[in-house]
């Protein structure tokens, strides 16, 4: 049974700044705690109801008793940030030491003050589909911890790391390609699949910014044979990442 402190402080975690005070977030779904167990992340611990607990059995082994916390779907309402609260939450410590620069010969992601946590979310999601092991988000992105986001990844948060990093510094520092989606760029069908190099995705609404589209390795475009007057961030990342990595 959990005390009025330990919902209060749950609670908490809803917003960034606690957080970032405490280096902890929740993550909401019974199929995204199912992944985090398995993937070994680091559980502090997991509220369920009685029947995902029976089903789930073996997962929430690892940890102390004390961690697995059984409760009824009133209380897990209480704790939800969700309109409809799903059967199980879980409480894990945010992940260090995830700041450090793509390696040679590897693909990361970068973002620059994405906005919406269901964009952000989706992206994880594609770099996790694509098997690409990192992103680097600006420091002006949503958080990736925000409930709506980790929400959003469908467990695809266990599986790739997240740093965050000023993308103008990142792209001077680093000798990998770099590969800016901009609407005035080189058709992405005359590029060769990427063995290694970032590829950099913009704000929703702005795209990126000039000074970043300046330094990077090349400018590419996917073609537009429509009337749209753009693409979603997610989308375009699905596109381009299926275009130079397959």
Same mark, same amino acid.
């Given at each position: ?8 402080? +749950? ?7 606690? $957080? ?6 929740? @993550?909401? %779904? ?15 611990? +997991?509220? *369920? ?15 102390? *008793? ?9 209380? =897990?309402?209480?704790?939800?940030? =969700?309109?409809?609260?799903? !059967?199980?939450? *879980? ?9 450090? =620069? ?10 620059? *003050? ?8 989706? =992206?994880? !999601? ?5 098997? /690409? ?18 929400? @959003?990844?469908?467990?695809? /948060?266990? $599986?790739? !790391? ?7 510094? &990142? ?13 005035? %760029?080189?058709?992405?069908? #005359? ?5 290694? %190099?970032?590829?950099?995705? #913009?704000?929703?609404? $702005? ?18 044979? %429509? ?16 275009? &130079?990595?397959?």
């Amino acid at each position: 049974m959990l005390s009025k402190a330990q919902i209060k402080y +749950i609670q908490s975690l809803q917003h960034k700044k606690n $957080r970032q005070k405490s280096s902890q977030y929740i @993550a909401e %779904g019974d199929k995204i705690v199912q992944e985090l167990l398995q993937a070994g992340m680091p559980v502090k611990a +997991i509220y *369920a109801t009685h029947d995902w607990l029976e089903q789930h059995t073996p997962l929430p082994g690892s940890l102390p *008793a004390d961690a697995v916390v059984e409760v009824d779907a009133s209380v =897990l309402k209480q704790l939800s940030s =969700l309109t409809t609260p799903n !059967r199980a939450m *879980a409480l894990l410590d945010m992940p260090s030491g995830a700041d450090q =620069l793509p390696a040679a010969g590897t693909v990361a992601l970068a973002l620059e *003050a994405i906005q919406d946590p269901g964009n952000m979310g989706t =992206l994880i !999601r594609i770099a996790d589909w694509f098997g /690409i092991p990192q992103i680097i988000c600006s420091p002006d992105c949503v958080d990736v911890y925000n409930p709506k986001t980790i929400q @959003a990844t469908m467990g695809s /948060i266990a $599986r790739v !790391r997240i740093a965050e990093h000023d993308i103008k510094e &990142l792209l001077q520092q680093t000798k990998l390609p770099s590969y800016a989606a901009t609407l005035h %760029g080189k058709n992405i069908a #005359g590029f060769p699949m990427m063995k290694e %190099g970032i590829i950099l995705i #913009g704000n929703e609404g $702005r795209g990126l910014t000039e000074e970043v589209i300046a330094l990077a390795t090349h400018r590419i475009t996917i073609p537009r044979i %429509g009337g749209a007057e753009s693409l979603n961030a997610a989308v375009a990342a699905g596109i381009i990442c299926g275009r &130079l990595l397959i």
